[in-house]
């Protein structure tokens, strides 16, 4: 219960749908999609924070992170905000086609 409490008290609720305060809390109906794409063109730092930027610029892009070393951009985004493709053609945009 000190768990629960502690957690309510901080602001999030707990998985029973209520606060540990015992208030009704109100439930997100946000969803988070993930997706990993290929841009064999980034090669360093610099790639790096231009696809970062480029991807974190659109609405509904929550998270982002893309690596010179393996080629690879993490998404997570919001489906109902921004798709996929929006992100593909933000990367193929900033001079950074990707791919599945």
């Not at 992170?65 to 905000?81: N, R």
């Amino acid at each position: 219960m000190r768990v629960q409490h502690a957690i309510g008290k901080a602001g999030f609720a707990n998985g029973g749908g209520f606060h540990a305060n015992g208030k009704e809390r109100l439930m997100s109906t946000a969803t988070s999609e993930h997706v990993t794409l290929l841009a064999p063109a980034i090669s360093c730092g610099n790639c790096v924070a231009k696809v970062q930027n480029a991807v974190s610029e659109i609405e509904g892009v929550s998270r982002v992170q893309a690596s010179a070393e393996t080629k690879f951009v993490d998404v997570d985004f919001d489906p109902e905000q921004t798709s996929v493709e929006a992100i593909s053609d933000a990367l193929a945009g900033a001079g950074y086609p990707a791919h599945r």
